[in-house]
């Protein structure tokens, strides 16, 4: 390695050093949907609902199901509410905030029936005093197994 490429890369750390930092974010969500049959159009209710990240944070291991966040269970009409505030933090330069996603997944689960994943972005759905409003206007319809 050249004097000059040495320079280089010491410039770069001081600079990476003092001017990068890590910035913590808060966004106010709120869920709302239906989970029903799909052959029946029953209601279903026990119907665990999970938030997955898939692009708030920075930090790949943040986004695999294991921080899944559980967004509570469907009751017995097969309706699920509940609000969060989704915390995510992001690497910033100077002064410069990332281009960040904000693409999401809910996971939808219940013995009996196969799971299904949907995924959003957040910009689908409006914002009520600061609060992405999820309202989901189709019913999730989940597949029941077929028991022999």
Do not use: C
């Not at 159009?41 to 199901?65: A, C, M, N, W, Y």
């Amino acid at each position: 390695m050249t004097m000059k490429n040495k320079l280089a890369l010491m410039v770069e750390k001081i600079i990476m050093l003092f001017f990068r930092r890590h910035v913590d974010y808060s966004l106010p969500m709120h869920f709302k949907g239906r989970v029903v049959n799909k052959k029946t159009g029953e209601p279903i209710s026990g119907v665990s609902v999970f938030f997955l990240d898939t692009s708030f944070d920075h930090r790949r291991s943040k986004q695999s199901e294991k921080y899944a966040i559980s967004l509570g269970e469907s009751d017995a009409d097969g309706n699920y509410e509940r609000s969060i505030n989704y915390l995510w933090g992001a690497e910033v330069f100077f002064l410069k905030i990332p281009r960040v996603g904000k693409n999401f997944k809910l996971k939808f689960v219940k013995e009996g029936f196969f799971a299904q994943t949907f995924q959003y972005e957040s910009s689908e759905f409006l914002e009520k005093v600061n609060i992405m409003q999820a309202s989901l206007i189709n019913e999730i319809a989940l597949d029941p197994k077929d028991v022999k």
